[in-house]
């Protein structure tokens, strides 16, 4: 028996070493020297307590080359995920099992307008942001030819290839495809619209209240020289995604005239979901004449959020629609035709080979019509919506890319005119770009191009493409976009929130939040005018939604509390809560289940499981709910599938007692111990942790958080029967 501990120590012990030297030889180097071919002049790099590399250069392309270079050694596993999404190439690396994925990016058609993007950069002349990008790539390159490769390649047997100008492209079109979130309602919308009626869907809400609060504009005669102031679904397809999608975003800037220094004071949370390693890449590059402090996407040279000595830049998601969808009209004796007009326009066909790990490639074969590429056989939701071709078009896929030129003009104006100039350049995805200054200006822009629709279109619902007057005719110019330069409130914020009117009087239509968390923060803003850093930063982290105990309230007013008396204790819980999400507190646990339940004894029964559960994924849940639960005629309370007619109260009622029940079996009989630590899982997951057991090796578990959807700090989950939230 001493023999085999004995050996079993050994074993542990040899394997422990195993570890440790795997470990060793993949950690990248943050000390001594690093000889990089290329540079011209020595490069000195500091790594602060954050791990954040301080790069000072001589010249800009000895600077951006080391960046590169750093950040492969850093993320090189990181980028190859981004790119591989972007090129429709991830099944070549992972297998079969991520297939799906590549033929949904690939029939959208980012990858082939990231080629075609990188064919229009090999035609053009040299320009200011050329030289840096392509000295990050090589910088990036070197490090692949020359550096300890992370450790997943070998993991997976496999070798990277170079980095090149397409990957950054692709890299961008995977960015732009985690704003638009069309794909996740137009065909929700268009199935309640088509088996429901506009009774149903009025009772959600699928465009802008009164009560939803709006971004004001404020709109400069000019702004030169400015005075300073002081699987079965898209949705479980794309939880395969081996990397994180953006999820939201604040951001505010409060001018001299609201703060303690006199000086502007920036803030700027992007909301980005949880990964290892994390999404951004903080860096901070100096070099004669340039000294910027940003945050970079994998595979990114230039930053898109940060700040120079000038100017602090910030981005949250504008939520714009800029995606629309198609259905066709097939012509009757020819499949491959459709009506356009008063005649029948060919399909465009295309074929392309997806290379698989292990297999042969798989043939897809893409179709396209004036609108765009038709998405039936690789979104579930539209091919079990109708058998006629529904085509996408995307703002994306319709105007040149001018990305990395925009990005390396913001990361070095010289003023608040030179970033307006290159937010201009922006067309997709809708983007705010938040803008303060040493001179003591605030601004903030809607930067996307916005299209000119028909009357006859409801964004949200597919068109008629056989009727050309629903195609978009043109795009709104910049100037007329939702903005506000130096207002006299003093601040400006965006939170996702619909912005007021263009200056043409145009609402423009869009996935815009209901504005709690602009709403909050407009409140703090207003509250005082000697506002201070560590100040903000109490309210960047707050963890209250206001409009959550108005709900819950409500609901309290349609149940009978005899019906509840073994769960007594718990209603003075729920009748004091603030809407705040501490761990300690126990209202949240019971409000998000209960909320749950309340939904889904509700709704599925007129869109069954799988819509539902995409319901719950979108950003009208989260606008509709208040609307929704306050509706004593809301029809969706019947239940289609019984002969009675359900009630408010009955609903309301019947998921309350579920929910309790649950509650006791999962936390025990004591409501005192029903804490929202025990509900909340925060975890930060590798793109190999999805295979057990190397979730248990790369993905990284935190303590609990007091995550909180819709507060200042959002930390985003969905809600699930299981009262678990991720």
Not at 140 to 149: D, H, Q, R
Not at 188 to 196: A, E, G, N
Not at 244 to 255: A, D, H, K, R, T
Not at 327 to 337: F, I, K, M, T
Request: one cysteine or more.
């Amino acid at each position: 028996m001493k023999k085999i501990g004995i050996a079993l120590g050994l074993l542990f012990l040899l394997l422990a070493l195993g570890i440790l030297l795997i470990i060793s030889v993949h950690t990248p180097q943050y000390e001594g020297k690093i000889k990089v071919p290329g540079l011209t002049s020595a490069v000195e790099v500091y790594f602060d307590e954050h791990g954040v590399p301080h790069i000072y250069g001589q010249n800009e392309s000895d600077t951006y080359r080391a960046l590169g270079y750093l950040h492969a050694q850093d993320r090189l596993f990181q980028m190859e995920m981004m790119r591989r999404v972007g090129t429709g190439t991830l099944a070549e690396l992972l297998g079969e099992d991520l297939l799906s994925i590549d033929q949904f990016f690939r029939t959208l058609g980012i990858p082939a307008y990231a080629e075609a993007t990188t064919d229009q950069w090999d035609s053009q002349s040299t320009n200011s942001w050329t030289n840096p990008t392509k000295a990050y790539i090589d910088g990036v390159n070197e490090f692949i030819k020359e550096g300890n490769l992370p450790v997943e390649y070998r993991l997976l047997g496999e070798k990277p290839r170079e980095f090149t100008i397409n990957d950054i492209h692709a890299i961008t079109g995977y960015m732009s495809f985690t704003f638009a979130v069309a794909l996740k309602v137009d065909p929700l919308v268009t199935l309640m619209h088509r088996k429901l009626g506009n009774k149903y869907l009025d009772a959600l809400s699928v465009d802008m209240l009164p009560e939803h609060h709006f971004i004001p504009n404020h709109y400069p005669d000019s702004l030169i020289n400015p005075s300073p102031k002081s699987e079965s679904s898209l949705i479980s397809l794309l939880e395969k995604l081996p990397v994180p999608q953006l999820e939201g975003s604040n951001s505010w800037v409060v001018s001299g005239n609201k703060s303690k220094s006199g000086k502007v004071l920036f803030a700027n949370d992007t909301h980005i979901g949880f990964s290892s390693p994390s999404v951004w890449y903080e860096a901070h590059l100096s070099y004669p004449g340039f000294d910027f402090y940003g945050n970079h996407l994998a595979g990114v040279p230039f930053a898109l959020v940060g700040h120079s000595l000038h100017h602090s830049i910030g981005l949250t998601m504008f939520e714009n629609d800029d995606h629309d969808f198609f259905e066709l009209e097939v012509n009757p004796s020819d499949p491959n035709q459709y009506k356009f007009g008063e005649s029948y326009r060919s399909f465009q066909m295309t074929e392309q080979l997806i290379p698989i790990k292990g297999q042969e490639p798989v043939k897809l074969e893409i179709k396209k019509s004036i609108h765009g590429p038709i998405l039936n056989d690789v979104v579930p939701e539209i091919a079990e919506l109708t058998s006629n071709p529904v085509a996408s078009w995307w703002v994306y896929l319709n105007e040149p890319n001018r990305a990395l030129e925009a990005l390396y003009r913001m990361n070095h104006a010289q003023n608040m005119q030179e970033v307006a100039n290159a937010a201009e350049l922006i067309h997709a995805p809708g983007l705010n770009i938040m803008y303060g200054d040493s001179l003591g200006n605030i601004a903030w822009w809607a930067a996307a191009k916005l299209p000119v629709r028909s009357e006859k279109v409801h964004p949200k619902v597919f068109a008629d493409g056989s009727d050309p007057e629903t195609m978009p005719t043109a795009w709104y110019p910049f100037t007329e976009n939702p903005m506000s330069i130096n207002p006299e409130s003093g601040y400006v914020i965006s939170a996702n929130n619909q912005p007021d009117t263009l200056s043409n009087g145009v609402l423009f239509p869009g996935y815009y939040y209901p504005g709690e968390r602009w709403k909050r923060i407009s409140q703090a803003l207003e509250s005082k005018n000697d506002w201070t850093i560590e100040e903000l930063k109490s309210v960047q982290l707050e963890t209250v939604n206001d409009c959550h105990p108005e709900n819950m309230k409500y609901m309290l007013t349609k149940i009978n509390r005899d019906d509840f008396l073994e769960f007594s204790s718990i209603f003075p819980y729920l009748e004091d809560w603030s809407g705040d999400h501490q761990l300690e507190e126990v209202t949240p646990t019971v409000y998000y289940k209960w909320l749950y339940h309340l939904h889904r004894l509700s709704m599925v029964d007129e869109l069954g499981e799988e819509a539902f559960e995409a319901y719950l994924t979108t950003f009208m849940m989260i606008r509709s709910t208040p609307h929704f639960i306050q509706n004593e005629q809301n029809p969706w309370w019947d239940n289609i599938e019984t002969t009675e007619k359900e009630t408010q109260e009955e609903i309301f009622s019947k998921s309350l007692e579920i929910t309790l029940q649950e509650l006791k079996e999962q936390f025990g009989e004591n409501v005192n111990t029903w804490r929202w630590e025990k509900a909340i899982i925060a975890e930060h997951p590798h793109p190999l942790g999805s295979k057990k057991p190397l979730n248990k090796i790369f993905n990284v578990r935190t303590q609990a958080i007091p995550a909180s959807e819709e507060s200042i700090n959002k930390l985003a989950f969905t809600l699930n029967g299981d009262g678990i939230y991720r």
